[in-house]
């Protein structure tokens, strides 16, 4: 999915969803939610909002943090509905069981777009086998790990120093010395994306 300019699309969203807005010029820059609130304003954009406009808005910040096309998205949207269990529970699900998302989850790379160029260019493989599909649903148990011809390519550069710093999220173990990973359980919401409102991007699509 090609996203386009980063930092225009997080102001209009007014949420920090890149890493290159994850910084202290986007936030004094007042076009982060967060920090209008934490200054006791509001834009007024934001003011007369109605909740039509503030479901699309959570769908399109979920769209461009996770790096899924309209098409896909409907269909993550289509399997968390038909799903035993919380729809908006089995969406995040869906979206963090990526395998370019657990590439990221693991701190192999620093974002998710490296991580689905990583998986693309076949410098991952799940249990000992290279899979190029960013997409594909990585399951409990399943091994990821950087292709052995791959570990020197520079998108993994210095990757023992930066692994001893990083905490992965606790549905993934890492070896901090390999980068090598396994999948142990089902993602947590409470634990990764607070700022997307599930409840209401299902709400979005049952009205459109």
């Given at each position: 999915m090609r996203i386009g300019p980063?930092?225009?699309?997080a102001r209009r969203l007014g949420e920090r969803i890149f890493p290159k807005t994850q910084t202290t010029k986007f936030v004094v820059s007042g076009m982060d939610a967060r920090s209008r609130s934490n200054q006791g304003g509001k834009s007024k954009r934001r003011k007369t909002m109605s909740d039509f406009g503030r479901q699309l808005l959570e769908k399109q910040k979920a769209k461009y943090t996770y790096?899924?096309?309209?098409?896909?998205?409907?269909?993550?949207?289509?399997?968390?509905?038909?799903?035993?269990?919380?729809?908006a529970e089995k969406l995040f699900q869906l979206l963090e069981s990526r395998l370019d998302n657990a590439v990221f989850r693991m701190g192999l790379v620093r974002s998710r777009a490296f991580a689905r160029q990583a998986v693309a260019h076949g410098h991952i493989t799940v249990n000992g086998r290279k899979l190029t599909i960013p997409s594909y649903q990585v399951k409990i148990g399943d091994q990821i790990a950087i292709r052995p011809g791959s570990r020197d390519n520079g998108i993994?550069?210095?990757?023992?120093?930066?692994?001893?710093?990083?905490?992965?999220?606790?549905?993934?173990?890492?070896?901090?010395?390999?980068?090598?990973?396994?999948?142990?359980?089902e993602p947590l919401v409470k634990e990764n994306e607070p700022i997307l409102q599930f409840s209401s991007i299902l709400e979005f699509y049952s009205r459109v």
């Open positions: 980063k930092y225009k699309i790096g899924v096309s309209e098409r896909q998205f409907v269909g993550y949207v289509a399997k968390a509905r038909g799903a035993s269990g919380k729809a993994f550069r210095d990757l023992p120093e930066k692994m001893k710093e990083y905490a992965a999220p606790a549905w993934i173990v890492v070896d901090p010395a390999t980068g090598d990973g396994q999948i142990k359980g």
